[in-house]
């Protein structure tokens, strides 16, 4: 269990140039603290085993006060699962609020799941819930099978998926999948195909994968081509505002929603490749290489009687009688270059210390920058331990404006009797961008201090 408390006060600084024949800049200032809650969480877990059987309880719960707007305090629970696997009679079954770990399911739900071993390499699974989104006003509910050929070293496994998914009665989500699994003791990959046939489009397509060799060098690569956001209906609300879903499917047909969500869905693509090299006993350095972009959406037209929504708040046909909607599309962000290079040093400078460096060289359509960041950890007197960190940033923008920010934090930890911890953290944030029309510096402080009690 654990509760930290945060406040953070910022001070804006803007600078803007007299018009043609003047002299005199005009100055704006604004002081606020930004931050002022209280945030504590709890993570209960429970189990009990035996040779045969496995029973586990989970419990994850935060609570968020807010004393700046009383109004964004929440409290949510993300886990209460009771899980139970018996290896004797070969099944498994977990019941209640979950994250997804398979079977098709992309998001949070309350539900059931479960799975029977056929025999050691083939389970057949189910599952039944309804998506956990929070303050969200739709209600998702769906159900899937899948076939499972487990892994085992050296060996792939693979699962085949189908799911069925509704909101508020429609149609939303439709989609068959496969998942491949491999692991030994230097190799391991994973990957993952989500298609959607109501869409008629991939969602999801995911590789990534890890070798060490004998030299201790570790190479990884990831590939993640995928809908964001996911598809789904809720994608088609931009194409007519102020109609509900049932009214745009009412009006259009359940075909013309799905092709809608479908064009006002973008592509995310993300690949990224490097490796780790150990120096020695106590240096090991690692390089990689992002690629990262959106695609643009498509533009979509969507016709509605003037009846059915009364105010247009798009154009209307006065021969028709109707209001037209043209979403036109959304630019995408072209490719994203990012080269990093980092060194780890162990031991460094005390008994086991560690420090980490980081560059980063940034290169965009409309913008290039470079992240630097240098972090410092020494343990000493066996219960402290001391976490400097400093961060710097700088960007030039294609049409003349330039963004530097610097960020130094220093974090103090203690340990009490081995199950009590206490931390506190401050640090500064200075960011300054300058431009042809004007100057912005922004200064903000930080603070968070609480405990975290583990206890078993």
Not at 160 to 172: F, H, I, P, S, W
Not at 188 to 212: E, R, T
Not at 411 to 420: A, D, E, M, P, V
Request: hydrophobic share 35%; aromatic share 12%.
């Amino acid at each position: 269990m654990s509760a930290y408390y945060y406040t953070g006060k910022m001070q804006i600084e803007t600078l803007v140039p007299p018009p043609p024949g003047q002299l005199t800049f005009n100055r704006d200032s604004l002081s606020l603290v930004d931050q002022r809650s209280l945030i504590s969480t709890a993570n209960l877990f429970a189990r009990r085993r035996d040779a045969f059987q496995d029973t586990r309880f989970v419990f994850r719960d935060t609570n968020n006060r807010n004393y700046l707007d009383s109004t964004r305090s929440y409290n949510r629970v993300y886990a209460a699962y009771v899980d139970h696997n018996d290896r004797k009679l070969g099944y498994y079954a977990r019941l209640g609020r979950q994250n997804p770990n398979g079977l098709g399911v992309l998001e949070r739900f309350d539900g059931v799941q479960g799975g029977y071993n056929l025999d050691p390499q083939w389970r057949v699974n189910a599952v039944y819930g309804e998506a956990v989104e929070f303050l969200s006003p739709f209600k998702k509910h769906f159900y899937g099978a899948s076939v499972d050929l487990l892994p085992q070293t050296g060996r792939p496994g693979l699962s085949a998926y189908v799911v069925d998914q509704t909101l508020d009665g429609l149609a939303n989500r439709r989609a068959v999948g496969l998942e491949a699994r491999y692991f030994d003791g230097r190799a391991s990959g994973f990957g993952m195909l989500d298609y959607d046939v109501l869409y008629k489009a991939l969602n999801i397509l995911m590789l990534q994968g890890n070798y060490l060799d004998e030299a201790g060098n570790n190479y990884f690569i990831v590939f993640d081509h995928r809908r964001a956001p996911s598809l789904g209906l809720t994608n088609a609300l931009l194409a007519a505002p102020g109609l509900t879903l049932k009214e745009m499917v009412a009006q259009q047909g359940i075909d013309a929603v799905h092709a809608q969500a479908r064009a006002l869905a973008a592509t995310s693509n993300m690949f990224s490749i490097g490796l780790t090299h150990p120096l020695s006993e106590r240096w090991q350095v690692g390089a990689d290489y992002r690629l990262a972009s959106i695609s643009a959406t498509q533009p979509v037209v969507a016709v509605i009687p003037l009846a059915v929504i009364g105010t247009c708040l798009g154009t209307i046909d006065v021969v028709n009688n109707t209001c037209i909607f043209n979403t036109s599309s959304q630019q995408g962000t072209g490719n994203n270059h990012v080269v990093t290079f980092q060194a780890i040093g162990n031991s460094l400078f005390a008994t086991n210390a560690v420090g980490v460096g980081n560059l980063s060289l940034i290169r965009a359509p409309t913008y290039s920058g470079r992240a630097l960041s240098l972090s410092y950890t020494l343990p000493f007197r066996e219960k402290w331990r001391i976490d400097a960190n400093l961060r710097h940033y700088n960007q030039h923008d294609n049409d003349g404006t330039t963004q530097s920010r610097i960020s130094p934090s220093l974090k103090i930890s203690y340990q009490w009797r081995n199950n009590l911890f206490w931390e506190g953290e401050f640090g500064r944030e200075v960011s300054k961008t300058s431009g042809p029309s004007r100057n912005d510096e922004l200064k903000r402080d930080y603070f968070f201090t609480g405990l975290r009690w583990d206890f078993h």
